[in-house]
């Protein structure tokens, strides 16, 4: 029996919340469980130097907790004036999940910046995240077709994550806190609408993992993430995204 | 008329919503119209270095924006790897507040850290913490005195702030941010329960204004927070803190 | 009695010394008594990005403290990384309030930086740095108009600043270190040469201040900065500043 | 055929070269081709103060690159004054993964500093900084032994790394630069010298990769590993380490 | 000729003023023509960690310019958050003089903190800094004798220092910045009060120069320095320094 | 008799390997002894932006040590997110003594970047890093004329370094790590290949030193760098570089 009294393939209660900031041009408030996640995605019509005059645009992200998010207060990171590597390892994670599914020719050089703020942690921030920035991420490219500057969504299909591990021996989905700093192992799996395998972390954290494991956590994952796209493409309403 | 169509004593729609953080000893969300303030208290049972052995608690405060709190997107600070000035001025300012109406010996050598975090702005972010926080600051001595702790409560009276600003010749009460861009001069107030000053911050924007002038937005401001402390005796419910 | 013996409005005794500095376009070493603040003025052909094709100026200034300006060392900023918050509210406010006194359009797309740098510290340097960067950026704008660029002045008016306080229950003028750091509340003023109100900050110490007193050190401040204006005007000699 | 010539499933010439360093208490120059990492293991009888009184100690990895181990000059790390987030990323894997073999009760509270400098640079430097690391960790626990700080190794098994990838579809093995900068997908495996997995990153470049596709990767680095494993027990030596 | 007019062997006039700074426990305002520099000294009854419970003290210095003691104005340091390789250089060059002529264990377990502050800048501040500092701690250590610290001064020699170069081939005393900028090459030398060398560094800015030219670059700077140290000691007045 | 058991007037055995690093326009790796340094040029067609539009190019230094090149581990520069005063002297010392014989109109409007990186130190880094990178200079431009960017090179003739000290009185050539830290006095000297003198530093570690004592430090010097200049001769091969 896992902490959480969930089965061993059974989701915390989603829900993906969109339009929740008045100003960005594309925001959602994700919740797993307690774990609630404001992501916005702002657009700017400028790419960074590097891509100038390349004729593409860029979807690039960051990510930060507010000190009382987690159990107990964790430094400000503005205040302390650097990012911890945890934190740049999951903005750059982020970024390539959301780039995968965006045909970045198509979207014209400008860039759409994604900003993930947890609110409240408890476990799976990081997943999270990249399922409410992708509706976050559709809603400023409908923005930019509403005002004529694009014809089509330059989305290509639908990313969603969810982190899965071996607790006593069983492979679980969806991990809170209280499992995750008790896992054997943990990993995280980025997947498109139709399966395909976008990112994929995995870390032994106690005692290394067969493969025979590692294939159990990737099955628990395609079934969880059906689900999150499911929710997904409700929360965007009918639109060009087409079903799996 | 007001750009917001108020009259020219009358508050945005006030919120104040305790319990907000499921982690955070104490926290409240403040809504001063589309200004929503995330604020939360923080228990730490160890003082900073300079105040050990002197038998006297803290208590301190951080302010921070979301990147998409605003109109257009701001730098994340986390990222730029320093905060503003505007930023310190800030968190001094709601620190001392705050500090006003503690009774720090009665405290215990303990630190309450405070956090106020802008979910959406749309001016008086700063005028807002301090109202929010002073709810905040209330349920952790609350939770201290449950947990035996404290006695009773080191809280000595109510805190409240809020902005006064001549707009068009015309004081007003509590500015919006389009009111507060094109305001001729802008003051903040923070004020107890009972009346006395505790800071005063006024600003010519555009010409210096006259000492009737900066009565009158003192005025004004005492109506404000006059209403602001009933909503915070609202939101605390029945307790040790005397109406002024 | 306060402890400097001086009657409750009495000024310390205040200098200005336009032209310490060899280089600077503008300089003056102001003394209130034992706080000594080198105030220079220098231009910059260029403004910020930001205000590039304005057509406006821009007066921007910073402050700083020797290390041992005061009673106990201090950390040099340099060697620890940053300003510290007090150091970056100080030269906002001082930037504040000369531009508060300035035509900008009129000053055209160059940019004034003034500098602030406490010799000496014994109470009051944010104060005795506004009304000496005053006198340097007189000077500043002089060389401007002698060198042909400038036909006029671009200062509207003159600015001067004071401090405040109650002392056990007695509003006095001008706190030095010992009176500031047991003052029961504290207030700068700054203000124009005919009294109008540029900046205003108040804050309560120990407890909270009442209006009345409030407006008892507004009065003192007056008295005060109109003799502080008064040798403002010796020491740019005969100009095109008018008395008040 | 792959840009390198070399078969799917072949390594690149793998070198490890021990006592390379000559201060350091143990030290490997690993070459997988072009790529050169210097690995040395620094012992520091301290542990980091959240550890102490813990009875444990701890593997700590930093990694940096040489300004032109780099096809072209990347700047100096140390001169733009803060790591990369991938540079982060990577030193906090090489730690994860050599701590999955150490028994850290056992180690005593003491911490092992490694630290993992590229020379030269081809593609892989992460796989080999850890494959090189475990060689270097094993002669500092030797010394340690020798001096008769420790009666038996604490390192519980072999772990080593390699990069995967699939080149025009085609699943191959230890990717170089050039082979990495234009595979579809790329995957980095830390594997025990007896097949169990410590850590999995996988990431699609350009589309996203299939579950067959992600097993095949899997596949070849069992293979390399297995070869990689071998080439650790010969630079060690007889040694207690059991062949897997 | 040289720029300045003086003779080969001539020193700018020169003046040490002791006790420029009125909370310092040594100070000197110390002039070299228009080069103006401010150095105090502060004792610390602290060590730095590393040299606790060594029974020995540590004289260190640290070295700033203002903005505008320069001919444009330069940035300040503290603003842009780091000190540039050459104020390190100086101060530590600084430190390293003085510490030679100081009987570090005779000191006792505490630290004097040497400040040097460049208020005007005109070539040679850092051998102003230098002999300057001399004379602030001198009354430094007068400071910790008078209050019964210790028994007797711990500085062993005088120690000052003057800069030299060669000028259109001819080698001149005592550079001024016309002069520096544009000579051939540029020495600094610190010697003892006895002549003997503590520091030299030499650098050709045009081309190399010969050993007999170095030769006669270091006979001018021991006639200058002779100078210099008799007039430290008519500032420090009848003491237990004793003549060369 | 010295530590090392070498004559007074013996270099370390000294070798220069060009071409060491795959990557870099230039490279050497130099070894005094156990003293080991990466060289590497690299060449930059932009200038800095103060430099750009002058006619002349630009050679500048970069230094670092590995953490452990050292006896004990030294801190990451990176990590610590700035570079010691030390590292700053010797990068900014070899960047002036390379420059000393380019002529820097003739190499065109570019930079090389020279980057030395201790892999393992024993005194003497800063000397063996002018001595190796002058031959990775020299392969750069060899690079540029063989690129037909340059048509000659701009060096106009050798630079190369030693340390020497006085050890129990006696004088004695390039001081290894033992010796170095138990000399009295120490100075490294930058001469050209035809004994001019390029940069002087000489610190008395523990007395000052005498003229006398200095020169004959200068006649060591002048050996040593004979033998220093004649190997790198050998090193570049046959080339436009003049004997002395």
């Given at each position: 029996?896992?902490?959480?009294?969930?089965?061993?393939?059974?989701?915390?209660?989603?829900s993906l919340e969109p339009?929740?900031?008045?100003?960005?041009?594309?925001?959602c408030?994700v919740?797993?469980?307690?774990?609630?996640?404001?992501?916005?995605?702002?657009?700017?019509?400028?790419?960074?130097?590097?891509?100038?005059?390349?004729?593409?645009?860029?979807?690039?992200?960051?990510?930060?907790?507010?000190?009382?998010?987690?159990?107990?207060?964790?430094?400000?990171?503005?205040?302390?004036?650097?990012?911890?590597?945890?934190?740049?390892?999951?903005?750059?994670?982020?970024?390539?999940?959301?780039?995968?599914?965006?045909?970045?020719?198509?979207?014209?050089?400008?860039?759409?910046?994604?900003?993930?703020?947890?609110?409240?942690?408890?476990?799976?921030?990081?997943?999270?995240?990249?399922?409410g920035?992708w509706v976050?991420?559709h809603f400023?490219?409908?923005?930019?077709?509403?005002?004529?500057?694009?014809?089509?969504?330059?989305?290509?299909?639908?990313?969603?994550?969810?982190?899965?591990?071996?607790?006593?021996?069983?492979?679980?989905?969806?991990?809170?806190?209280?499992?995750?700093?008790?896992?054997?192992?943990?990993?995280?799996?980025?997947?498109?609408?139709?399966?395909?395998?976008?990112?994929?972390?995995?870390?032994?954290?106690?005692?290394?993992?067969?493969?025979?494991?590692?294939?159990?956590?990737?099955?628990?994952?395609?079934?969880?993430?059906?689900?999150?796209?499911?929710l997904q493409r409700l929360a965007i309403g009918?639109?060009?995204?087409?079903?799996?």
């Amino acid at each position: 029996m896992r902490p959480s009294g969930r089965a061993p393939d059974q989701l915390r209660p989603v829900s993906l919340e969109p339009g929740f900031s008045r100003h960005a041009e594309g925001s959602c408030l994700v919740k797993f469980g307690d774990t609630h996640v404001l992501c916005t995605a702002s657009i700017d019509e400028r790419v960074p130097p590097w891509m100038r005059n390349t004729g593409k645009g860029w979807v690039t992200a960051e990510y930060g907790m507010l000190p009382r998010s987690t159990h107990t207060r964790t430094d400000r990171e503005a205040a302390r004036g650097k990012q911890s590597g945890r934190t740049q390892e999951i903005q750059r994670l982020i970024g390539r999940s959301l780039r995968a599914v965006v045909d970045l020719p198509a979207m014209g050089e400008r860039q759409i910046n994604i900003d993930c703020d947890v609110l409240q942690a408890d476990g799976g921030t990081r997943t999270a995240s990249i399922t409410g920035s992708w509706v976050a991420l559709h809603f400023a490219f409908e923005r930019l077709i509403k005002e004529g500057k694009l014809s089509a969504s330059p989305i290509t299909g639908q990313v969603a994550a969810v982190s899965c591990g071996l607790w006593e021996g069983t492979p679980v989905l969806d991990l809170d806190y209280p499992e995750d700093s008790k896992a054997q192992a943990d990993a995280n799996f980025v997947l498109t609408g139709s399966g395909g395998i976008v990112e994929v972390q995995g870390t032994a954290e106690d005692k290394p993992f067969s493969e025979p494991e590692f294939i159990a956590l990737l099955e628990l994952a395609k079934k969880g993430i059906g689900e999150l796209t499911r929710l997904q493409r409700l929360a965007i309403g009918p639109s060009s995204i087409k079903s799996p």
